[in-house]
């Protein structure tokens, strides 16, 4: 005679799934919902209570979707993340191996930084708020930056490759002289203001790709 099933592997009841779909959209709200706070004054401005009183939602409600302020944040980084990689990262790789798609992920960063000049970005403003506080939070943001500093290495490396840049081209140097590109445009127009910023960022990318292309064949 064979056993009933128990009751774990019965499938989920419609209430118990419905309830958990519900939940799924909550927690999806409350991180959009910190994400756009954490943009405007850092992830050490996130809290329970303020995430709670910009969802009209009770503290223990919002607790029930994060144990703790920290599990907020890191999923916060990590979101951040995730919507950065879609927008910049993914979207350049419909272009062409090589020199195409490494223009393309410095148009889409560059077309991100000009957005978050007024809002911020998470990865800028929380290396300053963790860059000497070990904890799981500065984990999570360093390692979604590797991430993706390891990706534009990649993209450099791919043009070198297809031979659109010289052979010599040193990946990562060529990767920190981009990221440098977007560093000073949120400090130069975030913090000073300075007209124009975005355009010299632009400029001062194509003379540094020009430092490493090959002569043309005809030459």
Known sequence: MSRPPS?????????????????????AAIVDAALGLAAQVGL???????IAEVMQMSKSGVFAHFGSREELQISVVNEYHHRFEQEVFYTALKQPRGLPRLRALFDNWMRR??????????????????DDR?????DAL???VNTWQAAVKRAVQLAIDEGHLLP???????AFEIHGLILVVHYEARFLK?????????RAFDHIL????PEPANA
Do not use: W
């Open 7 to 27: 009751p774990a592997s019965l499938p989920a009841s419609k209430p118990a799934s419905k309830a958990l779909h519900k939940g799924q959209l909550t927690k």
């Open 44 to 50: 050490e401005g996130l809290s329970i209570g303020a």
């Open 113 to 130: 930084t000009s957005m978050e000049i007024d809002s911020g970005c998470v990865y800028i403003s929380g290396a300053v708020e963790f």
């Open 134 to 138: 070990p904890g799981p939070v500065r």
């Open 142 to 144: 360093v390692a979604t």
């Open 168 to 174: 010599d081209t040193d990946p990562a140097q060529l």
């Open 194 to 202: 300075t007209p124009g910023a975005v355009d010299r960022a632009r």
């Open 210 to 213: 020009s430092l490493h292309l």
